[in-house]
């Protein structure tokens, strides 16, 4: 069980591995969803039946089997999006350490100006996709994949539902504020986990 930690020159090539590892885990877990679908099954389902025999109705072994595996996954999901949020801190890192021409002082001036949060974790659903990529309540967003503060208008977060409507199973870069340190997550939005949506978790307008 577990995953690969990769050791490539270049902190953004881990970062795509780690991505690509990401994505893995996600679409196998949702192959041992699809078994516990098959037999009208969750992760809490009794297997029994109200005498306290084995249910006749549904494959004890398979379901069984299926949930103990989407248990290890979801662990190994956590350790790589854990990596990846510090693969995507080390680009970042490098980039500001780097030295700068004239453009590319232009560009950290706009990062600067993407620095504001504009959105706050509200709730956040466990075993869902946010909680899986890390996500925690009172969480500020800083950035979610190409949006910035100065993509909403009117305090409306449309603009992420729009994104997350046309990213399913696909990751989404996540700049965060969390207790005043900056935190890079790969969230990827899907359905099937089980609750409402596509990230299960709540997210509000924010004003610094």
């Not at 516990?36 to 009794?46: G, V």
């Not at 072994?61 to 801190?89: C, F, M, P, Q, S």
Request: proline share 6%; hydrophobic share 35%.
């Amino acid at each position: 069980m577990g995953f690969t930690l990769p050791s490539p020159d270049s902190p953004a090539e881990q970062a795509k591995t780690l991505m690509n590892q990401k994505k893995n885990i996600e679409s196998e877990i949702e192959s041992h969803i699809s078994i516990l679908k098959a037999n009208q099954s969750t992760m809490q389902t009794p297997l029994v039946d109200p005498d306290g025999f084995p249910r006749a109705d549904i494959d004890i072994y398979a379901v069984r089997g299926a949930r103990v595996r989407i248990i290890e996954l979801r662990n190994d999901l956590k350790d790589v999006t854990a990596a990846i949020g510090k693969a995507l801190e080390a680009v970042y890192d490098r980039s500001q350490s780097e030295s700068v021409d004239r453009r590319e002082m232009s560009e950290e001036s706009s990062s600067s100006k993407e620095s504001k949060a504009f959105a706050k974790v509200d709730g956040v659903a466990p075993g869902s996709p946010a909680a899986d990529a890390g996500l925690c309540r009172e969480d500020l967003i800083v950035k979610f994949g190409r949006l910035v503060d100065t993509s909403f208008s009117s305090g409306s977060l449309t603009p992420i539902a729009e994104l997350v409507g046309a990213s399913e199973n696909q990751s989404i870069g996540i700049k965060v504020l969390r207790k005043g340190r900056s935190i890079y997550l790969s969230l990827t939005p899907r359905k099937g986990w089980g609750g409402r949506g596509m990230l299960g978790c709540h997210i509000v307008p924010y004003s610094p």
